[in-house]
């Protein structure tokens, strides 16, 4: 009773915003709350090369800037016309963008910048725009919970403390070993962030994940942890089956676990690497150059979404848009749990956790060089890229890719039409500042990505 209780309530806040904001209507702007009543006219004042788009993404709640600006009537302020469809993986994704069968989607990451690397499918594809931070977990099955959840620290209570480091999982892969067995781990594509961060985590604690080789593009040379890939929506049954004894994912897939009762999120990728860059919106050099201003006001649509969507009080009816089945489809209260500024671990302990999901604040939707060049740190680390390159190389590479200057135009004419705050562009030269806030404490500094390599005791290193 319990759960229908809980669907019927966001149905109700979802259709009381649905009413509050007109999805599309004239009454739309109110859902803005950077927009006041006198606000500029919602016409673009771009000349919109090309109206009718079609846009792909992945069933997941970090594709949730396209629904928003599609359902809030966004992009028709620019006189788009937009389609979006939901894809059946991650390679069909990067095929029919490179193939021009779609305009643009929701992409990995990695995807874009592998695709200007080396590694993969070669395309020139481009990100004007950073859909959101963090959003990930790493899920383990109940028997595995079980085994390492006596190496697991407890505060007085007997409260689990977090973040959990693979370090209680190393006695668990080794006794695997010992008795001869594979520990089989997924993760959502070769290139994804899930990939990077559950190879991070392990390694951390001296689990090895695998190297990849021109003889082994599975990444699975040398590991103690077999990683495999697993469309994300597929990821609880694959565990259920025992496929697979943990993933990598995005959600509402590692809440899906919980409240199946197949499985405990032990860590989120927040705690991996906080607020670490995660989906990027991608589209071809080709339709940038060919359409310049159909990109920055597809661009000016997503950052409007990104700052509706990072509004507390927008979440509970975007869980509702994102519960519908043309977008991710999954019950509304497994979205929730997430999605409203918790996170459930193990069944009943669900925490605080306001940064899961970000899609606005900390500069989340701009496409810094320093978080494309840590992804391509991670490629050579693990041998995706196999040949050593130099720092001006990584730069270089970052600058095909990352496009902050489309961001910049569209975010400076929302500034104009007093949708966003002059204050929300960085003044940066695309790169963070230096962090240490990873797992294991090491530092990442952008613009000396060599440098950050030698700092693993495994993987390739390259002074």
Known sequence: MKRINSNILYSILFAFALTLFSCGGGSKKKSDSSESSDAAPATSALEIEKPQLTFGFIKLTDMAPLAIAKELGYFEDEGLFVTIEAQSNWKNVLDRVIDGELDGSHMLAGQPIAANCGFGRQANLVTPFSMDLNGNGITVSNAIWDAMKTNVPTDASGKTIHPIKADALKPVVDKYKADGKPFKMGMVFPVSTHNYEIRYWLAAANIHPGMYTADNIQGQVDAEVLLSVTPPPQMPATLEAGTIYGYC???????????????????????????????????????????????????????????????????????????????????????????????????????????????????????????????????????????????????????????????????????????????????????????????????????????????????????
């Open 249 to 463: 994912v995005g959600e509402p897939w590692n809440q899906q676990a919980v409240f199946k009762q197949i499985g405990v999120p032990v860590v989120t990728n927040y705690e991996i690497w906080k607020n670490n860059p995660e989906k990027v919106f991608v589209m071809t050099q080709e339709f940038i150059d060919k359409y310049p201003n159909t990109a920055v006001a597809v661009t000016k649509a997503l950052i409007r979404a990104g700052k509706w969507l990072d509004d507390p009080a927008n979440r509970p009816a975007a869980v509702g848009i994102l519960s519908m089945p043309d977008y991710v489809g999954a019950d509304s209260v497994v979205i929730a749990n997430s999605m409203t500024g918790t996170f459930e671990f193990e069944k009943g302990d669900k925490r605080s956790l306001p940064d899961f999901n970000v899609f606005y604040k900390y500069h989340a939707t701009y496409p810094f060089y320093s978080d494309a060049v840590w992804f391509l740190t991670q490629m050579r680390r693990w041998g995706q890229i196999p040949e050593a390159k130099d720092d001006s190389w990584y730069l270089e590479t970052a600058k095909k890719v990352y496009k902050p200057e489309i961001w910049t135009k569209a975010a400076e004419l929302l500034v104009a039409e007093g949708k966003i705050p002059a204050g929300d562009i960085p003044v940066t030269d695309g790169f963070k500042a230096p962090t240490t806030d990873f797992i294991d404490g090491v530092e990442y500094d952008g613009k000396k990505p060599n440098e950050y390599l030698t700092k693993f005791k495994i993987g390739n290193k390259d002074l």
